[in-house]
């Protein structure tokens, strides 16, 4: 009885041992562990930096389902986003690094629902909107830097837009440094000149575009460039659907947008080979920004745009800066 409760505990062992698989970073001190690979990822995700736990979630047959969770390396929950089958369903919140509330919404099945808002990192409310199943309903407004007033608001019932600052940017005109809330490291966030104008410019808020992304532990310090195609599709303002592919641009004479961003001077990085697991969640993590954004105005139709994600790369930086 003894040798065969023995053998039975070493398979259990031997059978745990296994199916729990490991990506390491050496270069970041990180560590992903998941349950299964192969040939899709599947079962419990667990990543660590610095023996922290700093990204927990579930893997359905390749997507991203239930509850998904980041903190900081001081366990500061950064991030709670909720997925079904990789359809983004349930509360959403962001915070950040300080703990202090950055973004907060909810989806129904793939569609914003109900209000949403988002914050600065002194809890200044910088918009607001309310959804219906996916379309803004209402009015939104944007807010100036103190949170006091709308400087930009938008009817969606009546398709009227208002604009009370008329100097008001939502877009920054000269580089800004940023915190990355979940490693804490600073970087330099560059300001690309736009090419290739779109109507809905006006209202795509970079700030808040750009708060959303994450530079992964595993790029923070590294080299990188990655181009996105795209696409997303509008349907009474709005958003049926999204897509974001990366590879090179499969159109011509589309928009351009760019994340360049600098981390650290040149004999502080390294230059790594992305693993193929890397890469499969940063692409979810892209467009899972970009499902976050405020209201396009655009009512309906199809919008097509390249983004390009570049960590560090100088040459990236000089091509964006051309006419």
Not at 186 to 198: A, S, Y
Not at 226 to 232: A, D, E, P, R, S
């Amino acid at each position: 009885m003894k040798i065969s409760l023995s053998l039975t505990t070493a398979i259990l062992i031997c059978f745990t041992s296994i199916a729990q698989e490991k990506i390491t970073y050496k270069h970041c001190n990180c560590v992903d562990e998941i349950e299964t690979l192969s040939p899709k990822p599947n079962g419990k995700y667990t990543r660590t930096c610095d023996s922290k736990v700093v990204e927990t979630g579930i893997f359905l047959n390749g997507q991203k389902d239930g509850a998904w969770k980041s903190y900081s390396t001081e366990g500061t929950l950064i991030k709670m986003i909720h997925y079904s089958n990789g359809i983004l369903n349930g509360d959403v919140l962001f915070n950040y690094n300080n703990g202090k509330k950055k973004l907060s919404g909810s989806f129904t099945n793939g569609l914003k629902n109900g209000p949403w808002a988002f914050y600065s990192d002194e809890s200044k409310l910088q918009w607001d909107a309310t959804y219906d199943q996916g379309k803004p309903i209402g009015i939104t407004n944007v807010y100036d830097r103190k949170g006091k007033k709308p400087v930009i608001s938008f009817n969606f019932d009546t398709d009227s837009y208002i604009r009370n600052d008329p100097n008001f940017s939502l877009h920054d005109k000269e580089p800004s440094i940023a915190q990355e809330a979940t490693s804490g490291g600073w970087f330099v966030l560059l300001v690309p000149k736009p090419t290739g104008k779109t109507d809905n410019q006006e209202n795509t808020d970079s700030q808040l575009f750009m708060s959303m992304l994450e530079i992964p532990s595993e790029y923070f310090n590294t080299y990188f460039k990655g181009q996105y195609n795209i696409h997303v599709s509008f349907e009474n303002y709005g958003v049926k659907t999204l897509s974001a592919e990366r590879g090179m641009p499969t159109k011509e004479n589309i928009p351009v947008f760019a994340f360049p961003v600098m981390t650290n001077d040149p004999d502080q990085l390294s230059r790594i080979e992305p693993q193929e697991f890397s890469l499969f969640l940063l692409d979810s993590k892209i467009k899972e920004a970009f499902s976050m954004i405020q209201p396009w105005q655009i009512k309906n139709g199809d919008l097509d745009f390249v983004f390009i994600y570049v960590i560090n790369e100088i040459g990236g930086r000089e091509a964006f800066d051309k006419e």
